[in-house]
């Protein structure tokens, strides 16, 4: 690689040989998945009885206040007056969503392409429902660009989910790659930038999806960027 040296303290740069990168809203708008999957909760409870456009605006509204805070459904059913003992059933729709095909945001496939050109090693590290994220994987194709994907869930379930370091020690295990040489992208300052530190990397914070305006925190990343692919560029310039 004739770029792209890490931050240091003092003395020379090591080279970057690996990129582990996040997967919801740094490589794709995850407000795509989610637009399917709530339109299957409310396909399915409208098989019970629950009006479906409500129950999709219910969806949508209280989804729209942080689509991880968990309780959606529950509350969604709440709002329209439906029965709470659906939840089970819709959980179960929300988590069968499957889409053959997910956009990647643009440029963000050829900056996976750009960087295995130069030779580095990829890891997909993610949170999430293990048939969720693996169905979005599938729909992106992603695993033929990388050479591993982690899903936390599937090291410790949610005890382990970012910030814990664990998904990135594994996925630096997987591809032999110690954190002194590699880098980790996301958009999300409080799970990839402070998760990624707590395991030894720096990261380079992506602007992009849901938390494109929250603070950086106690752990900022070594630079943002506006896209995956603007990221990309920097990490592949030569170095000064």
């Not at 009006?51 to 219910?58: H, K, T």
């Not at 989910?161 to 790659?177: N, S, Y």
């Not at 110690?178 to 880098?183: C, D, G, Q, Y």
């Amino acid at each position: 690689m004739t770029g792209g040296r890490l931050p240091s303290s003092g003395g020379a740069r090591p080279p970057i040989r690996a990129v582990t990168l996040d997967l919801d809203d740094t490589l794709f708008p995850q407000a795509s998945w989610l637009a399917g999957a709530w339109h299957r909760v409310a396909e399915a409870g409208g098989r019970r009885g629950v009006p479906v456009a409500a129950l999709l605006a219910a969806l949508q509204e209280t989804a729209a206040r942080g689509s991880d805070r968990g309780g959606i459904i529950d509350a969604a059913l709440g709002l329209v007056g439906a029965d709470l003992a659906l939840v089970p059933e819709l959980v179960g729709a929300f988590a069968g969503h499957a889409p053959e095909v997910l956009p990647y945001y643009p440029g963000a496939e050829d900056a996976l392409r750009r960087l295995r050109a130069h030779g580095l090693l990829l890891a997909v590290v993610t949170d999430g429902n293990p048939t969720v994220q693996r169905a979005k994987v599938a729909a992106l194709g992603v695993e033929r660009l990388v050479d591993t994907v982690v899903i936390s869930d599937e090291l410790g379930g949610r005890a382990v989910r970012k910030p814990h370091p664990a998904a990135f020690v594994e996925a630096l295990r997987r591809i032999g790659v110690s954190p002194a040489a590699a880098v980790h992208v996301g958009d999300r300052p409080a799970k990839d930038c402070a998760g990624a530190q707590a395991a030894g990397l720096p990261s380079v914070r992506v602007r992009t999806g849901e938390y494109v305006d929250a603070p950086d925190g106690p752990c900022p990343p070594w630079f943002s960027a506006v896209t995956l692919a603007d990221a990309v560029d920097r990490l592949l310039a030569p170095a000064a």
